[in-house]
């Protein structure tokens, strides 16, 4: 049963992905009718929300773009910087989302960055502790005791994740709106393009669950 849920997972995972990248380069054709660039509607959501401590720089690659809390940048893709596409505008204001709620210390943001330490030191050890536990199971069931623990952390990061990024997403899109970027034919695809990548972590979430739950019955003695 447990290969049949990973089995689905990594099939919803695939499709979300291919299905965030169609809409992209879909959206992406549409331009904005104040011909603004990604950088354009970064600066100016930081600026109405009264930040002006935040850098925008462009980063190599696609689909890269993030939010740094400790170096106070909103790193842009080139494709969404450089672009004055719906596409653009909707990932640009997600990033500063991430910097409102930043600024506004979100509960959950703060949670999530308070756990980046741990879930670092996690994922560097926890598929050596895991292998290490399966292997010691019989002998010293202890080991796959802790990193069943440090997995843990790693899911519990992918959930609070999911508050995180769903607020960076309505506080774009409400910003877009009041502020006049977005219309009402261009309003909708950047809506649409923020629901398929909060897909992406939704489906990463619940990934991480059924991997848990995995090594958990390992541990319980019920493998299948």
Not at 121 to 149: D, H, K, Y
């Amino acid at each position: 049963m447990i290969w049949i849920i990973f089995g689905i997972t990594a099939l919803a995972s695939w499709l979300v992905q291919m299905n965030l990248k169609s809409k992209f380069t879909k959206y992406s054709k549409i331009p904005l009718a104040s011909g603004m660039t990604g950088r354009d509607v970064a600066l100016k959501m930081l600026h109405d929300n009264g930040i002006f401590d935040v850098q925008v720089t462009s980063t190599p690659g696609q689909l890269t773009d993030h939010y740094n809390p400790l170096t106070k940048t909103v790193n842009l893709s080139e494709g969404v910087y450089h672009s004055n596409s719906v596409a653009a505008a909707a990932v640009a204001a997600h990033e500063c989302g991430h910097a409102v709620q930043h600024a506004t210390a979100y509960a959950p943001l703060t949670m999530r960055s308070r756990l980046v330490p741990i879930v670092s030191f996690a994922s560097n050890w926890v598929q050596w502790v895991l292998l290490a536990g399966i292997v010691l199971l019989e002998s010293f069931p202890q080991v796959l005791t802790i990193g069943v623990a440090l997995f843990a952390t790693t899911t519990l990061f992918s959930f609070i994740t999911l508050p995180v990024e769903i607020n960076a997403s309505n506080r774009a899109l409400a910003w877009l709106n009041s502020a006049g970027i977005t219309n009402y034919s261009t309003h909708e695809p950047a809506k649409d393009a923020l629901k398929s990548a909060a897909y992406t972590y939704v489906v990463a979430a619940l990934g991480s669950l059924a991997t848990l739950i995995y090594y958990v019955m390992i541990l319980l003695g019920r493998r299948d």
